[in-house]
């Protein structure tokens, strides 16, 4: 691990329900890191999506006993948030360098450099996804396999460049405004859980509501720019030989970028999953839809929920997965509200 100098340890276990949190200094900044479990396991490195942190985007998967007796068994969780999403995080200065995603992604190495990681398991949810993809591309030896949910590969249509532009202009000058709050719950979940005049909104639409008021616009902003000017990934998916699961709601308006990105994957490595009346966030809408899709993804890389003996830093190999385990059947296709399409 990076001495002292390079970053700052502190305790917010209280807010973050049992995490240590990190602040890691990178090239282009601070980054904050909540870590969970026992660092001698192997690492799962999470990434959220645009305006999140690891409480609103995966707390819902993560906190469900199932996953609990599984993920927590397995890996030590590395929850890193983009620049300034962290809990009671300080705008960012309107002199600081404005990240890139290849600096985004390029923190992510950092990150695994700061606590002497070697290759790791990775989740992502929709800008957080593609971080990741992009930062397997760049560096593929540091990735044993892709968790992607709603994930992004192309470059932002027309008509996605401009809501992102109108969004960005209304953060920049309203601030996280009513407006905002709407455009990016509709970005994350299904109208069902969002609400109508008849119904009023769940209560996972309303916590994200109160999580939203406490995000600084100007970062928020800022990474909404660095994902506006992304590039199209496809052309070099065909070569990212990690496996990859994944996860995408039907409703979600993201779900024919999953589909592109499933077509353009190597379809002896990658398998879709898509959950029925979900939006893009999987993770907190329908996360019990995760739990079958990944048991037997991970089997593939010798995890199971039985007791494990893992060695400390374990490279986790990925085995052949079995191309049963990857039927249609063994994902779940018969457990509703599960539907998948393997590549």
Request: glycine share 6%.
């Amino acid at each position: 691990m990076a001495d002292s100098s390079d970053s700052i340890s502190i305790d917010m276990e209280t807010i973050s329900l049992g995490a240590k949190e990190y602040l890691v200094k990178t090239r282009c900044g601070m980054v904050s890191v909540a870590v969970f479990g026992d660092q001698d396991k192997p690492a799962l490195v999470t990434y959220p999506d645009l305006a999140l942190n690891h409480i609103s985007c995966f707390q819902g998967l993560f906190f469900s006993p199932e996953v609990n007796s599984f993920l927590l068994h397995n890996f030590c969780i590395y929850h890193i948030s983009p620049p300034g999403h962290e809990v009671g995080a300080a705008p960012i200065g309107s002199d600081d360098l404005m990240p890139s995603v290849d600096d985004l992604a390029d923190q992510v190495l950092e990150v695994l450099n700061f606590f002497g990681l070697g290759a790791v398991m990775c989740m992502g949810v929709t800008a957080g996804a593609y971080v990741l993809t992009l930062f397997a591309m760049k560096y593929r030896q540091r990735v044993l396999g892709l968790i992607l949910v709603s994930p992004l590969c192309r470059a932002p249509s027309w008509t996605e460049w401009l809501l992102n532009k109108v969004m960005s202009n209304l953060l920049y000058f309203y601030g996280m405004c009513g407006v905002v709050k709407e455009l990016l719950l509709k970005r994350y979940f299904s109208q069902e859980v969002r609400g109508s005049v008849e119904e009023s909104e769940s209560d996972i639409v309303q916590a994200c509501r109160r999580l939203l008021d406490e995000r600084q616009s100007i970062n928020v902003q800022q990474f909404l720019e660095a994902m506006n000017g992304r590039r199209d990934l496809s052309e070099g998916l065909r070569k990212l030989h990690c496996r990859s699961l994944i996860f995408v709601g039907e409703n979600s308006p993201f779900h024919s970028e999953a589909l592109h990105m499933t077509s353009k994957l190597d379809r002896r490595y990658s398998a879709l999953v898509e959950v029925q009346a979900c939006g893009s966030i999987v993770t907190e809408e329908q996360p019990h839809a995760m739990l079958i899709p990944l048991d037997y993804f991970l089997m593939g890389f010798g995890l199971y929920r039985s007791t494990l003996s893992v060695s400390r830093r374990s490279p986790l190999s990925p085995t052949c997965i079995s191309p049963e385990l990857l039927s249609p059947e063994s994902m779940g296709l018969k457990l509703k509200p599960i539907k998948t399409r393997i590549s």
